[in-house]
């Protein structure tokens, strides 16, 4: 992968970002992901921020390479901090962590959003308490998919500021837009799912420690959330 040809994960990423948009790519890496929206003309302008000297350093070389210091900022700051109020960003994207991990970042630095910016997420699983901080902060979400990508399973999560919002334990759990749309990846990975938690239940059955009762519950819950969902 390198900024001409993108992963399949970051081409899926790529196609949220809205035309003309001004990104602010956080975790960016190699910043191959805004580097190639402005070979292609999709956006204006970037921000690339990187909180790691290494990937920062290789963001600045990806940039330089391509000639688009005018157009691309790399920054070295923690999270949204790489944003500044004269920036005008209208889209963010935080790819390639734990759900858990971008929501902490999006929680950190919320006064560094305006609330008007498109949001595009790809959490490395987490994804329930990622979706439950944008509805506590009245996010909706527009779009989610799911796709397999060298034996991984990735989700895309993009959402807007239209608060307030309300979304059910279950549409938490498995994606409101993923519940409607159904895709076969998505049908494939709660299948997948379904079989690994049956598995844990009875070894868990079988096993002669006792287990939490909260933890059994839950895991219960969750796998009839699933039957029921693939029924």
């Known amino acids: 992968m390198n900024e001409q040809t993108l992963s399949l994960r970051l081409e899926r990423v790529a196609a949220h970002v809205p035309v003309g948009a001004r990104l602010a790519d956080i975790g960016s890496d190699h910043a191959y992901l805004p580097v190639a929206l402005l070979r292609r003309g999709l956006i204006s ?27 691309i900022s790399v920054r070295r700051a923690n999270g949204l901090a790489a944003i500044r109020p004269d920036d005008g960003i209208s889209a963010v994207s935080i790819c ?19 609330g008007n910016e498109r949001l595009i997420l790809q959490p490395n699983g987490g994804e329930q308490p990622l979706r439950h901080w944008l509805m506590e902060h009245g996010y909706r979400i527009l779009s989610e998919e ?6 991984f399973v990735y989700e895309i999560i993009v959402a807007e500021r239209d608060g307030p919002v309300s979304y059910t ?6 994606g409101p837009v993923q519940m409607q749309t159904r895709s076969p990846a998505f049908i494939r990975k709660w299948q997948h799912r379904l079989r690994l938690k049956q598995k844990t239940l009875t070894r868990l059955a079988q096993a002669r420690q006792t287990v939490p009762q909260e933890k059994l519950e839950a895991l219960t819950q969750q796998t009839r959330w699933i039957e029921a969902l693939l029924a």
């Open 45 to 71: 302008a970037a921000v690339a921020g990187e909180v790691a000297l290494t990937p920062f350093h290789a963001a600045q070389r990806t940039v330089r390479e391509n000639d688009l210091q005018a157009h």
């Open 96 to 114: 390639g962590m734990g759900g858990e991990t971008i929501r902490d970042i999006l929680e950190a630095g919320k006064a560094h959003l305006s």
């Open 146 to 151: 799911v796709l397999h990508e060298n034996r």
């Open 169 to 174: 334990a279950q549409q938490l759990y498995f």
